[in-house]
Each structure stands twice: as C-alpha cells, then as structure tokens.
C-alpha cells in the first residue's frame, strides 16, 4: 500500500531541518575549534536551501521558513533558549538598558482613547506642556481612537529614535479645541525602584521590579536615603520580579554579605562557562537586618539574590515558593541583527543547589505548572508544596535545611488570603474598572487634587469611606457590573484599598501607590513581625 503524497507533509520537516541546519552551521562554528567541522555543516545547510529553492514544488519564501523554524527549534532545548528578530531584541534591550527613547509619559487606555496618567518630570511631553488627563486623539494627523489603539501599538507610534518629532492632538477638558503639540523624541528613563520609604521608625522598605543595568544604582540611592531617614533594617521586595541581569544581583547581595562569601556559581558543559562570585566585604548594610519578600513570580536574578541571603544565612526569606529558574543565558548575535539567547550554564547557590524547576515535559507543563500550584492547593497551605526530598541542602553558616530543584523555598511561609477576594471583586478588577474609575476620579478632581504636595495630604481629603466606595459601585454599575453588597461588603477593605492607592499612584505615581497599598499586605506585615523577633540575631543563628 502506498501513500498518497501530499503538498501539506513536506512542511512538516522542512522547518524543523532547516532550522536544524541553521542552528548548527551558526552555533557549531562559533564554539568549536575544528573549522572542518563548521565548513561541513556550512555546506550542509547551504545543500538544504538549494534543494529547497530549486526542488520544492511550490515556492518558498526561505527567509520567511527560516524565521518560523528557529524558535522550534530552540524550544525544544530548554523553555528560556529565545530567538529574537532585530525588532524584538532592541525592544527587549530597551526593557532592561534603564532608558529608552519616547515621549515620556504613562498611559492608560480608556474608552478606546490613551489617556495621560503621568507625565515624566523633565522629559519631552512635560517641556511642551503636555499635562495629565490630556487625551491623546491623534498621532502624526492620523485620528487615533477606537478598536485600534492598544498598548503595543501605542508604544509602536510614540517610541521612536531620538531627536525624531511626533505629532500629537490632544483633548484637554477645559479646551472644547484639539489642541496641537510636536513632541522631539528624547531619552526617557526606566526606574528598576518602584518605592522605597519607612514602614516605621527603623524599617526601609524598596520594592524593585526588575535586575536592570540601572538597578544596583538606584538600589544604593533608596537604601542610603532611608538610611539617612533612620532605618537601620530592611524589607527587600521582591515578589513579582521576574530578574534580569545576573550582575545587579550580585552587586545588590554583595550590600549584605561579609568579607569571602559565596554569591553564586555557575556551571557549563564547558568549563569557559564556569564561574564564582564571591562577595569582597566593602558592603555598606552588612550590619543591617534584612528581610527578604519572594512570590512565584520572583524568578532568576531575584532568585540568585534571595538565595545567597538564606544559603549564607544572612537574612530571612519570605512568602512563597519562587518561579524557579536556575538557567544562564548568553546572546549570540546574528547577521541581521536578530539574536539567540542560548542557554550556557546553569546557577547554584552558595549551598549547591541549582532551583531550576523540571522541563522534561516541555514548555506548556514548563508554564503550567504556576497554574498547578493554585490547583494543588501550595499558594494557599505550605503543607501542599511539593518538595524534592532527593535535593536537600543545608545553608552555609548554621546547617539549616534548604531545598533545590524548584524554586527558593521561603523561611516563612505566608499562605495567599482569600477571603476578601469575591466574585464581585473579580469582576470589576478584570474589567479594569478600579483603574478607570481611579482615573475618573482624578480627571474631575483635579483642579483641587494638583494642588496637593504628597500623598499624604491627598489622604486627608478624600471623602469618608461609606461615600467613595458608594461611588465606585455606582460607577462599577454604569459599567455593566451590578451592586452585590454582601459581596461588596466582604471585599469593602480591598476595594477600597486599591481604589485609593490607585488615586495615589495617577497623582503622583508609584512612590504613593505602594506607601498606600502596602498598609493590610500580609507579608509585610510577617516581615516586620519577623524582624521584631529575631531583633539583633542576623545573620541568623541557631
């Protein structure tokens, strides 16, 4: 019996030996001495393209097959192996360089319409006179408005090379005119520190958002501030950062360590990709208590940063289980100014553990798994964790036991709240109507909010609870979401909650909304408790 042939099988092969062909010829070149080697799969690949261009029975746009065919093939190494186009790796870059080039504001999309949240002091929209609650209706005489506009394209239209011009018209409240505004591209900086200020007399907190080139910087500025401003212990923030740049965490866990401690190390199939970080005792904290704040979305620098603090014994750790990832990429570039991010080596912490979590099953059970973890019930009892008992380790200074394999497993487990988290609550939180109703709120009030100095003063004049959270539901209302009080009720302090810290954060930014947000977090709360009982006992001892 024989086969039909078909024109739909040859793709099923041919971007996986084409990508194949690429990956070697590019890769195999670029590590190994043996030129014989790189020359054979040079022509190797060079033969697969020919055939291709010359004897496929339909054309082929190569360029585009090659594309499609790379991240397939660097998706079955590991789930953290990337290929980015050229486009996308100076997008990536930009993420983490500390700067970009724009137009320096915040943005939110309402109504189909971007909405200015926050013009960036000193940048190029704050030298025109572009202010907040403008509305940005236009983009080079271009209407822009409707289903159109999302962020991506937002970012698109508005990033752009420095010393380049953009055209904007803007909807001003008080101007029944569209008033026009040509803004000159300049550097816009990205701050790595949310916040930093005093949770009390002695206690710093910072929370920081990513591991960018920037970061160890603005870490040293905050730290030094709230030192000045007495703190003397610190709260290190960590949940949510999915890391960056190995180095700034190394510096930042440098900060806390004494003289001739191991940071991290690294390990490759080859030994060029073998290396040690050892901490130099020029630390200006290391006297300092520390805590240490993960959640499952700390991953990679955070993770190398919170685990040389609890492998050296330094400080204490807590929350819940981190992401886990445990991979060392390096950037190989391309000829067309794309890149393969190829993952080299893997990082250990200072007692030997490597916390990669298992992909063997591939990258949608790699990605499933944070999903697991609210099905098993982890998030919510740390009796649930699932904890390789063949990986245990034991910290450097006291012997007390760590586990590897999965993620840095917290000191102090806080076990996630959700009592307060009704239906009610779900519904206006992903229709994004706390923040809609936030930036209403500011753009009626803001004649007499923009005179306000800090958030502080901002919090005095906000109208008695029972009245604001009457007018969130009532706006929540117009909006398709009808009033449940006994839900409304339970979720009376987290809505509340949010909607002031969000009020906070449009007038005046992050260094508010956190300061705000922050007072009912349960893990802070355990930090402090944390810091208070073992007072003058860090590094931490049996």
Not at 30 to 44: E, L, M, Q, W
Not at 98 to 124: K, R, Y
Not at 296 to 310: D, P
Not at 436 to 443: L, R
């Amino acid at each position: 019996m024989t086969q039909k042939p078909t024109n739909r099988a040859p793709y099923l092969w041919l971007p996986l030996a084409i990508a194949i062909s690429v990956v070697i010829g590019i890769f195999m070149g670029n590590r190994f001495t043996s030129r014989r080697y790189a020359a054979d799969n040079d022509r190797k690949l060079n033969n697969i393209l020919n055939l291709v261009a010359n004897e496929y029975v339909d054309k082929v746009n190569l360029d585009s097959l090659i594309e499609m065919s790379i991240p397939e093939v660097l998706g079955n190494l590991d789930p953290h192996s990337t290929y980015f186009t050229a486009a996308d790796l100076k997008a990536a870059r930009e993420e983490l360089s500390g700067s970009f080039s724009g137009i320096g504001i915040s943005f939110m999309i309402n109504n189909d319409t971007v909405n200015v949240i926050e013009v960036i002091s000193g940048g190029p929209s704050e030298k025109v006179g572009i202010m907040p609650g403008d509305r940005i209706v236009q983009i080079n005489d271009s209407d822009f408005v409707g289903p159109k506009v999302t962020n991506n394209e937002v970012m698109r239209r508005l990033r752009g090379e420095k010393n380049t011009k953009v055209r904007l018209g803007i909807k001003r409240t008080n101007s029944p005119k569209l008033l026009p505004f040509t803004i000159t591209r300049g550097d816009i900086p990205v701050n790595s520190i949310d916040a930093a200020y005093m949770l009390d007399k002695t206690t710093g907190y910072v929370k920081v958002n990513q591991f960018g080139r920037t970061t160890y910087d603005e870490f040293i500025t905050s730290m030094a501030q709230l030192r000045d401003d007495g703190a003397r212990r610190y709260v290190i923030d960590l949940r949510g950062n999915g890391g960056g740049y190995m180095e700034m965490a190394i510096l930042m866990a440098n900060e806390f360590l004494p003289d001739n401690q191991l940071i991290v190390f690294t390990k490759g199939q080859y030994k060029r990709d073998d290396s040690q970080f050892w901490s130099d005792g020029n630390g200006q904290f290391m006297n300092d208590e520390l805590v240490v704040l993960i959640d499952e979305f700390s991953a990679s620098a955070s993770e190398i940063f919170a685990g040389a603090i609890q492998d050296n014994d330094r400080g204490l750790i807590v929350g819940c289980r981190s992401f886990g990832k445990g991979l060392v990429q390096n950037e190989f570039m391309l000829p067309d100014s794309s890149a393969i991010r190829l993952t080299i080596a893997r990082y250990y912490t200072p007692s030997g553990r490597c916390i990669q979590k298992d992909y063997r099953d591939g990258v949608y059970s790699y990605e499933k798994e944070l999903y697991d973890r609210y099905l098993s019930g982890e998030i919510y009892s740390r009796d649930s964790m699932k904890l390789d008992q063949t990986k245990i380790y034991k910290t450097c200074i006291t012997g007390r036991t760590v586990y590897g394999g999965g993620g840095i497993v917290p000191d102090i487990f806080v076990p996630r709240d959700t009592a307060d988290i009704t239906s009610y609550y779900i519904d206006v939180a992903n229709a994004g109507l706390l923040q809609k109703y936030a930036f209403t709120y500011v753009d009626r009030n803001r004649s007499g909010l923009g005179k306000l100095k800090d958030y502080k003063q901002y919090l005095r004049t906000l109208p008695p609870d029972d009245r604001l959270l009457q007018s969130f539901v009532d706006y929540a209302a117009s909006q398709g979401v009808t009033p449940r009080w006994y839900y409304i009720n339970r979720s009376r302090d987290l809505l509340l909650t949010n909607i002031k810290a969000l009020v906070a954060r449009d007038l005046f930014g992050n260094k508010a909304f956190y300061p705000i947000y922050n007072r009912n977090d349960k893990e802070i709360q355990t930090a402090l408790k944390a810091l208070n009982r073992h007072k003058a006992a860090f590094p931490i001892t049996k």
